[in-house]
């Protein structure tokens, strides 16, 4: 089932209460959140097709990250090491999530869920350890 999704037509009532086509943006990591906390979650899971978040993304010596605490997460989104196109959206809504639920927050690789969700691969984001 698919419950969060950028598609579809967004509109405005107009003059006369006809509906008329908007531009707009929705944010799939931030909705992710959105609906974790509407539904109560424990965990958020950010599963894209990258092992984890990575120091130095894209050059030779690129190293993976194994835990951001909320203060490097917010740091490296507004120096630019989490770059707006990249990683910083998945960044920004895992540390919102931990930040307002404590839960856990987590972004990795989809084919390595499980082993995210156990803290065994990906980045942990957040301030608590377990």
């Not at 698919?2 to 579809?8: R, Y």
């Amino acid at each position: 089932m698919i419950a969060s999704d950028g598609g579809g037509i967004p509109v405005e009532r107009v003059a006369g209460g006809a509906l008329a086509g908007v531009q707009a943006v929705v944010d799939k990591d931030l909705a992710a959140v959105v609906l974790a906390e509407a539904v109560g979650a424990g965990a958020l899971l950010l599963l894209t097709d990258v092992r984890a978040v990575q120091r130095g993304w894209g050059t030779p010596g690129a190293t993976p990250i194994r835990h951001l605490s909320l203060a490097e997460a917010q740091a490296g989104i507004a120096d630019g090491t989490f770059a707006a196109g990249s990683m910083g959206p998945k960044v920004a809504a895992a540390a919102a999530f931990a930040a307002r639920t404590g839960g856990l927050a987590a972004i990795g690789s989809l084919d390595e869920a499980a082993m995210v969700l156990r803290g065994e691969a990906g980045t942990r984001v957040g301030d608590a350890t377990a």
